[in-house]
């Protein structure tokens, strides 16, 4: 099965920092990389899918890049309401079903 | 707007079952590719099982296969996972997630508020 190594778990920021957070897949998924925040209490919401598609209306600060096996999400000026833990993703057909990395709790 | 309601929390006692439902709104069940996703205390997303649009069949991970069903009643427009033989480690909310089909993968685009199941003697 393919892993996904997303790092760093934890990260401490200023509001206005540049936030990136990468995820590694153990062999290569071409695209096949979502990226989801979760805040406390609630559902995780879709923000980034096919490695650097943005969801509609989600806020253009939020990226992501990368394809194979490194992928980076980026968030270009961190702000108070993106506190959160965020979660790349993949779903795939050999085996099927989703694969999540361990998640990045972004702090303040 | 899809939207996905879930039923309430649950206590449940090691060994039993539990059944969560997820009934939505907005869009038809039918066309929806229903999956389940869980997550423990503090700890991070465990996916369960869906349905696969490209194999055509509930799949399900195989840490679960032997527990878990997956149905829907499309008559009132809901979907339910139901895990047997439940543990303590099965503590942990439950959601519903649909997978669409985005460019040349596919993504959970629309949640349920998440069922907080709890297995406690």
């Known amino acids: 099965d393919i892993q996904m190594t997303q790092s760093p778990s934890s990260l401490s920021a200023s509001v206005g920092d540049r936030v990136t957070i990468t995820c590694q897949a153990s062999q290569d998924i071409f695209t096949l990389l979502n990226w989801y925040q979760q805040k406390p209490g609630k559902a995780p919401q879709l923000l980034i899918y096919?490695?650097?598609n943005l969801e509609k209306g989600v806020p253009s600060r939020f990226s992501g890049s990368g394809s194979g096996t490194d992928f980076t999400f980026t968030i270009t000026s961190l702000q108070p309401e993106d506190i959160a833990t965020y979660y790349c993703q993949l779903y795939d057909n050999l085996p099927p079903g989703a694969t999540f990395g361990g998640g990045t709790k972004v702090e303040i | 707007q899809v939207h996905l309601i879930q039923s309430g929390a649950e206590v449940k006692k090691p060994g039993a079952s539990v059944k969560v439902s997820c009934k939505v709104s907005?869009?038809?069940?039918?066309?929806?590719?229903m999956h389940w996703v869980r997550q423990a205390p503090g700890k991070g997303l465990e996916w369960l099982g869906g349905?696969?649009?490209?194999?055509?069949?509930?799949l399900f991970a195989q840490k679960f296969q032997d527990r878990v069903t997956m149905t829907e009643d499309t008559s009132t427009h809901t979907a339910s996972m139901e895990l047997s033989r439940l543990r303590s480690e099965d503590t942990a909310v439950y959601f519903c997630a649909s997978l669409s089909t985005v460019a040349t993968g596919a993504a959970f685009d629309f949640w349920g508020q998440g069922t907080l199941v709890t297995v406690s003697s």
């Open positions: 349905f696969d649009p490209e194999e055509g069949e509930t």
């Open positions: 907005g869009y038809s069940l039918t066309e929806l590719s």
């Open positions: 096919d490695a650097s």
